[in-house]
């Protein structure tokens, strides 16, 4: 155990316990400081104060000396910042089991506490407008992330998908599809200039695109907007991920299947029979059918050439 005493008043114990009214932990960095002189503490709070590096309480070196006015701040309770009373007043909006689940994200990423705050303490008003705003700001990048920085993205993306989830089992609605959509079409254009050789983004995409097919299970999607949302998603905004419309059966609904089989149909006529998303969207809805022969012809294809 490393010991120091600075101005004869106060001992420093570094990666050990406090013990004391006197005796409380400091950082090895504290420990260099105090043992080279560079630093002057008059109590344990001046001291507390002095080691936060946005303040200028901060010594900055040898010889260093506050000024009366430095000195006064540092001795001086801390002024809140307006973010925090804002925090004040959502957290008597939140729910008891609520906290419990902040508080225990907090223990594992305690970044995430006041974005969490805010999306509890407006689940179940019906206003999506927080949650938007979180995944604007959240499933976004105008930036090329590498191998690294796109494990990192995906880490702190994670939330903002939990809480979409958490919404999806509260208060499934219509605004809220859509919202999903925007998520969706958000962490795609990441994954498109991103070196996601892990998969943890493709893996918020897939989780996005489960939590879209239970928010439509609830009879809250329209069903030829989400039909047209399918068929562009598939043949315009990506070719990685599958929307299968014998998933999404029960929420397009007759209109619905309608107007995904005319989709699909327009974009065949007009030259993309050869692709893999008409070819995919034809089986899909031959397996919907029943259409046994249909279903032979489309996964057979032609076998008049070895390729």
């Not at 002095?50 to 009366?68: E, V």
């Not at 976004?140 to 989830?165: C, D, F, H, K, N």
């Not at 919404?167 to 859509?178: D, F, I, N, Q």
Request: charged residues 30%; negative net charge; contains cysteine.
């Amino acid at each position: 155990m490393c010991t120091a005493t600075v101005s004869g008043r106060r001992t420093f114990v570094v990666d050990g316990s406090a013990r004391g009214e006197d005796v409380y932990m400091a950082t090895r960095e504290d420990f260099s400081l105090a043992t080279r002189g560079d630093l002057e503490v008059a109590t344990r709070e001046d001291f507390l104060m002095a080691m936060d590096s946005r303040s200028p309480c901060r010594r900055r070196g040898p010889g260093y000396r506050r000024s009366n006015e430095q000195r006064a701040f540092c001795m001086s309770p801390r002024t809140r910042r307006s973010g925090a009373d804002d925090l004040d007043t959502l957290i008597e909006k939140v729910d008891l089991e609520d906290l419990r689940v902040i508080i225990g994200k907090a223990a594992e990423r305690p970044e995430d506490v006041a974005r969490a705050v805010r999306l509890a303490a407006t689940r179940g008003s019906g206003d999506l407008s927080q949650l938007k705003a979180e995944i604007d700001r959240g499933l976004r990048t105008s930036r090329y992330l590498g191998y690294r920085e796109s494990s990192g993205w995906a880490m702190q993306a994670r939330p903002v998908v939990e809480a979409i989830g958490d919404t999806v089992g509260s208060s499934p609605t219509a605004e809220l599809v859509l919202l999903i959509e925007r998520a969706i079409g958000h962490v795609v254009k990441v994954i498109l200039k991103a070196g996601d050789s892990d998969g943890l983004i493709g893996e918020l995409a897939r989780e996005l695109l489960d939590l879209h097919a239970r928010a439509c299970d609830a009879g809250s999607a329209d069903p030829i907007k989400l039909a047209r949302w399918m068929v562009r998603f598939r043949f315009d905004d990506q070719d990685f991920f599958e929307v299968d419309p014998v998933r999404y059966a029960d929420a397009l609904g007759e209109l619905g299947l309608a107007a995904y089989r005319r989709e699909v149909k327009q974009r065949v006529e007009a030259g993309g029979g050869d692709s893999f998303a008409a070819t995919y969207a034809q089986e899909r809805l031959a397996v919907l059918d029943g259409d046994t022969e249909a279903l032979v012809g489309l996964l057979g294809g032609d076998l008049t050439r070895p390729y």
